[in-house]
């Protein structure tokens, strides 16, 4: 157990020993919680990029996702194949 103290901003400083030992370093994301009997829990939290498209971008993902004749000829053969007919195309 390590005793911290609060800064005068509610600043806490985790000692370098707990940072290293849970693979933390400045700038770590970390998600707060308080518990009802009055506990404080520090969790790391997953961070992940997103990425959002404008109506644009999406129509040219939409342009370039169509197959061609021959790619449908070619994936309506092989869904035959694996189905053995059992798959009906429209």
């Excluded at 609060?6 to 308080?34: D, F, H, Y």
């Excluded at 520090?42 to 498209?53: F, N």
Aim: proline share 3%; aromatic share 4%; no cysteine.
């Amino acid at each position: 157990m390590e005793v911290v103290k609060l800064g005068k901003r509610g600043q806490l400083s985790i000692p370098k020993k707990v940072m290293n030992a849970l693979g933390l370093t400045g700038g770590s994301v970390l998600l707060l919680e308080t518990t009802a009997d009055g506990a404080i829990m520090l969790r790391l939290a997953g961070v992940y990029p997103i990425e959002l498209y404008s109506e644009e971008r999406i129509a040219e993902f939409l342009e370039a996702n169509v197959l061609t004749p021959e790619e449908e000829i070619k994936v309506k053969a092989k869904l035959d194949e694996i189905t053995k007919g059992e798959f009906t195309t429209r």
